[in-house]
């Protein structure tokens, strides 16, 4: 780690009544990075963000902002601005008093915060709108408002609460170009809080994924789609295929015979006992989008021969079930050109790099810890 | 048939025309029975063979005088309306949160139990509490009415509040704060003007409740608190018509004035415009 954690979780816990809703999170957020708080509705990714804010209180564990503690400092005192799903424009306030609302709090003068409001409402597009009431805004319009509201009092963190769930899909590619955008312009901390993949794949540098409390998994984008930690953490960003393998050293022995990997196979629930070349057995994964499908046999390595059990067509890709000769189930999602007939035998090339492995063992906390490294920042 | 009036209804409702004229029919209905009063307060006397009375200004003359003590009613009267009304928002805001907003065991209990002052007769209580006032020394005195007042006032205003914080969104006070807003700072520039338009209808009721109470204040004031209904009271047993209808016209005017005023805070509150107090 080279430079300090901007922003640091340590050991965070919060349960209501006996739910406990956040357990043991630790992370560490670099100054002006943008992460994803993913998970499934009620993993406790947006009660995490309450925490931060100052909102909730935690039970245990400590939030650190540029090495001070906050847990006693006030939310109004954080420097923190939370963004929430539905905009939440103050009805009784013009769209320009609501920008200018933060400033007027801080009993920023009069002058100012009425130029400083304006020129916010321009940066998101709306200038000309600060005599309107809220409620003559479109939700997408709404939903700037409120950002252009958080970003005027400068804040530390931008806390942004499933911010466009509530905009149809059209709009919603919009705001996230405009959200990046401003990101870039103010050099802002931001945390997004998202139940969808693709969202938090386009927004963020790293994504947090957040299961049933825990924190499962924080790295980038690219490592959760290509290395996911474990078989749930796969099937969330849309992995289907999942086979139980015999793995030594890079040599994976499927039903159907050996085929090669880069990855070395993570060997979990008999890891005490590495010594000297034993077979273990391993889950083993590959993205759909990652199977080349060949019409002939071109290479030897790797290649499965398959029948084509079913052919979709989705616009953009065509989603292909594959069963190999060995009795394997296969998803591949091949470039729309590829139109290989239902029936049709063909070779499936599974590229080494593309292989994936984690232990065949579920989720325990223990492993939450051994995976603790990987939640601090990118180094650089 | 049935259609055809409906439809003939729907058209006339739209006409400005015909709102006018239903306005105005509204307005009669309710204002007519004032108009009796109205012409006794300028009678000398108006009995059966004459059409129209005749007039003088000698009843609204008497009602300047000491002698009818309804200056001293009408200052007494609004001293006790309006203490009593801020001391029921003082505690009925604070309650009517909770009950709106929160839930906890024996809410609905506590609920019916807020309208048993409005249930039960306050005869029933009158003495008990007579008897606590005359121990602590409050028997006779202004405070004492004060806060025998808060007995009806304070259910009313609860209740119209919590129903207020049923329909407030917290999240604008979680927003608010996050925003860089105290605590303080989100009552006064958000919660208080969100829930404004509840707050001046609570009072109104409360204030009206006050301001028309007589029986409370005849136990408790013990013939020493002397408020405006007890002077109206004093003159209809004197069977002075014509002062009888001075009076109670008088006694209507701070509820006219109220009202006047809460609907045009209630107007304010929809229409601020312009970017006005960023």
Redesign the interface.
């Given at each position: 780690m080279s430079k300090p954690a901007y922003l640091s979780l340590q050991q965070l816990t919060k349960s209501f009544r006996d739910i406990s809703a956040v357990q043991d999170v630790w992370l560490d957020v670099a100054a002006g990075e943008r992460l994803a708080l993913l998970g499934p509705s009620g993993c406790g990714k947006s009660t995490t963000l309450q925490l931060i804010a100052g909102i909730q209180q935690p039970d245990a564990g400590q939030i650190f902002l540029e090495g001070q503690p906050l847990n006693q400092v006030p939310p109004e005192r954080r420097g923190m601005a939370l963004v929430l799903q539905k905009g939440l424009l103050f009805p009784h306030l013009s769209v320009g008093e609501n920008v200018a609302f933060g400033l007027k709090m801080r009993r920023v003068s009069r002058k100012e915060r009425e130029q400083r409001a304006l020129t916010m409402l321009d940066q998101v597009q709306l200038s000309g709108f600060a005599n309107r009431r809220p409620s003559e805004l479109s939700g997408g319009q709404a939903q700037r408002v409120a950002l252009a509201r958080s970003l005027v009092i400068a804040p530390k963190v931008l806390l942004l609460d499933e911010p466009l769930s509530a905009l149809d899909a059209n709009l919603r590619g919009t705001m996230q170009e405009l959200i990046l955008r401003l990101q870039e312009e103010t050099g802002v901390t931001l945390i997004v809080v998202t139940h969808d993949q693709s969202e938090a794949v386009v927004i963020s540098e790293r994504i947090a994924l957040m299961f049933d409390g825990h924190l499962r998994q924080v790295a980038t984008p690219e490592v959760l789609y290509q290395q996911p930690a474990d078989e749930t953490v796969a099937r969330f960003f849309g992995g289907v295929n999942f086979f139980t393998a015999q793995a030594q050293g890079h040599k994976l022995t499927l039903p159907g015979g050996d085929i090669l990997t880069t990855a070395y196979p993570q060997s979990g629930h008999r890891s005490g006992s590495r010594s000297g070349p034993q077979s273990d057995s391993v889950q083993i994964t590959i993205r759909p989008e990652r199977i080349h499908l060949l019409a002939n046999q071109i290479c030897g390595t790797n290649l499965l021969p398959v029948t084509i059990i079913q052919n979709r067509f989705t616009g953009t890709q065509r989603h292909l079930s594959l069963k190999s000769a060995a009795g394997l189930n296969l998803q591949a999602w091949v470039p729309p050109s590829l139109d290989f007939p239902v029936g049709q035998t063909a070779f499936a090339h599974l590229p080494p790099d593309a292989l994936w492995s984690f232990p065949q063992v579920d989720f325990t906390p223990s492993l939450s810890r051994q995976q603790q490294p990987s939640a601090a920042p990118p180094t650089g | 048939m049935r259609n055809l009036v409906r439809d003939l209804v729907r058209k006339s409702l739209k006409d400005p025309v015909a709102q006018k004229m239903l306005l105005l029919l509204i307005v009669s209905v309710l204002f007519l029975p004032f108009l009796p009063l109205l012409i006794w307060s300028f009678a000398q006397g108006w009995y059966f063979p004459q059409l129209i009375p005749q007039w003088t200004l000698q009843n609204w003359s008497t009602l300047f005088t000491t002698s009818t003590r309804v200056g001293q009613g009408f200052v007494q009267s609004l001293v006790i309306a309006v203490c009593s009304t801020g001391l029921a928002l003082l505690v009925g805001m604070p309650a009517g949160r909770a009950l709106g907003m929160m839930d906890f065991p024996g809410k609905g209990a506590i609920k019916l139990f807020l309208l048993l002052p409005i249930i039960v007769s306050p005869l029933a209580t009158l003495m008990g509490i007579q008897f606590m006032l005359i121990r602590l020394g409050l028997s006779g005195t202004l405070l004492g009415v004060v806060l025998v007042h808060l007995l009806p006032t304070i259910p009313y205003i609860t209740l119209v509040l919590s129903s207020v914080y049923a329909n407030f969104?917290a999240?604008?006070e979680?927003?608010?704060?996050?925003?860089?807003?105290?605590?303080w700072?989100v009552f006064r520039?958000?919660t208080l003007?969100?829930i404004a338009p509840g707050v001046v209808v609570g009072a109104l009721f409360a204030f009206l409740i006050s301001w028309n109470e007589f029986l409370l204040t005849f136990f408790v004031g013990s013939g020493r608190v002397f408020t405006l209904p007890m002077v109206l009271f004093t003159a209809l047993q004197g069977g002075n018509t014509g002062l009888t209808a001075a009076i109670a016209i008088t006694s209507i005017l701070p509820a006219l004035v109220f009202l006047f005023f809460s609907s045009r805070a209630l107007d304010d509150?929809a229409a601020?415009?312009?970017?006005?107090?960023?």
């Open positions: - | 969104d999240d604008y979680i927003q608010a704060r996050s925003l860089g807003a105290s605590a700072q520039h958000i003007p969100l509150n601020i415009g312009g970017l006005g107090n960023v």
